[in-house]
C-alpha cells in the first residue's frame, strides 16, 4: 500500500494533506494556481512570494499592483501577440469609416479623439483606473462588516485578528479581480464592450486578437466586415458618453455606490464569530468556511439595481439602434452580427460573472431588445432629434414600466417642443452643469 499522501491506495483524498482547505485562502492560492488539478500542497515558494505581494503595504484595501501582475499572468496563459502596425491601421480606417456612417445617424458629434489596437495586456493596463472605482468599495465594505459584526467582548481580543482579516478580505479580493480581470481580457472586444465605459475617455480601442477569434465564430461574414460592426459600435458608444456628459459618471458612480453600500448578513456573522474559540484553530477555520463574506443586497440596493439595468439597457438599445441605421443600406451581413452580438451580450461572460461574485450584480441589459424598440420608434414617430433629446437628462430617461411598452414612449407628444419650458429649462440646466443631485 502506498504511503504517497493523496494516492489511489493511500486511503486519502486529494485534499487531505492542504492544510488550507475550507479557509479564504485555499481560494486565494488556487486562483494563482496553487493548487495543482489532484489538489494537495502547493509549491509554498512560489506562493510565499505572491503571498508577500498580496499582503504588501498599500493605499486602499486592494493592492492594485498586484491585481494588474495577476490580471496580466491569467490573460498569458493564451497567446497574446503584440499588435503590429497593419492591425492598428485597420482598427483606425474602420473606425474612421464608422464615424462618417454614424454622421448620418445622430446629432451627437463624434466622440473619437484616438484609436487604438489592443493587445490583452494592454486592455487590462488601459481600463485598470476604472476597475479601481468599481472594485474598491466592495472591500471596503466587506471589511467594516466584519468589524461591525464581531462581539464587543472579541473585537477587544481580536485587534490582530481583525488586522489579519482585513488583509485576507483585501487579498481575496485582489486575487478575484485579477483573475476575473485576466478571463476577461480573454473575451471583451472593445473599450466598451460590456456597457461600461472602461477606457480613456475619446479612445475607440479594439482587441485585434479577439476580434479575430470571434468573427471565425460568425459563419458567412468576412472579418473585415466583423472588425467595421464591432468599430461602429464603439463609435457609437463613445459618441454617446461625449454627447451626453454625465452619463460617464452617472453609470460608474451607480455601480460605485452600488458596491459601496452593499449590506453583509451581520446576524449571520455574529452568530459564527460569537462560537468562534480563539484558541482554537479548527473552529477558526470553520467559521471563515462557508459564507462569512456573503454579501445581500439591501431593498434600496434592490432599487438602484433595477435603475442601472434600466440605464445599460437604455445605453446598449440606442447603440443598437443607431448602428442599424447606419448599416440598413450599407452592410447586408449587419443584421447577422447585430443578432450575434444580442445574443452575446443577453447570455453573459466573464465580465457578468466577475460583477456578480463581488457585489452580486450583473451587467446583462436583460432589456436591449426592448430599449432598441423605444429609441427606434421614437425615431420613426419624432425624428433622431427627439430620440437623442432625450439624453439631455437622467430625469427624462424611459422608466423600467416604459420598456414595457416601448411602442407607446412619449406617444402622445409629436415634437421636442412638446417639452414645457421648465423641463426644458432643467435638461439644459443639466446639460450645461451636470445632473441634478438633489434626490
Known sequence: MSDTPGDPGSGQGPDDD????????????????????????????????????????????????????????????????????????????????????????????????????????????????????????????????LGDAMPEEMRQLAGPLMAMLGKASGAMVASQVGSGLGALAGDVLSASDIGLP????????????????????????????????????????????AGVPWLRDHLIGAVAEYGAGMDFDTSGMEEKLREVDLANPAAMQDALAGGLFDPEPSAAQKAALQKLEVTLALVEGWVDEVVSQATAERMPAAAKLQETVRRRRAAGGPAEQTFATLVGLELRPRRLRDASTLWGSLRTRQGAEARDGVWMSPHLLPTAEDLDDPLGFREDSVAPGTLSDEEFDAGLRDLLDGPDTRG
Open 18 to 145: 492542504n492544510p488550507f482547505k475550507g479557509t479564504p485562502f485555499e481560494q486565494i492560492f488556487s486562483q494563482m494556481g496553487g493548487f495543482g488539478a489532484g489538489g494537495g500542497m502547493p509549491d509554498l515558494n512560489a506562493l510565499m512570494s505572491q503571498m508577500q505581494s498580496l499582503f504588501a503595504p498599500h493605499d486602499g484595501p486592494v493592492n492594485w499592483e498586484t491585481v494588474t501582475d495577476l490580471a496580466r499572468r491569467a490573460a498569458a496563459q493564451e497567446p497574446d501577440p503584440a499588435v503590429g502596425a497593419a492591425q492598428s491601421a485597420a482598427v483606425a480606417d474602420a473606425v474612421r469609416l464608422a464615424d462618417h456612417w454614424l454622421d448620418t445617424t445622430t446629432e451627437f458629434p463624434s466622440g473619437v479623439s484616438t484609436t487604438a489596437a489592443w493587445s490583452r495586456a494592454e486592455w487590462i493596463v488601459e481600463t485598470i483606473d476604472v476597475w479601481k472605482v468599481l472594485v474598491e468599495p466592495i472591500a471596503g465594505s466587506a471589511t467594516t462588516a
Open 198 to 241: 472602461l477606457g480613456p475617455i475619446g479612445k475607440a480601442a479594439l482587441l485585434p486578437t479577439n476580434v479575430k477569434a470571434f468573427a471565425a465564430e460568425v459563419p458567412d461574414v468576412t472579418e473585415d466586415d466583423v472588425l467595421l460592426y464591432l468599430a461602429l459600435r464603439e463609435a457609437a458608444h463613445q459618441r454617446l458618453f
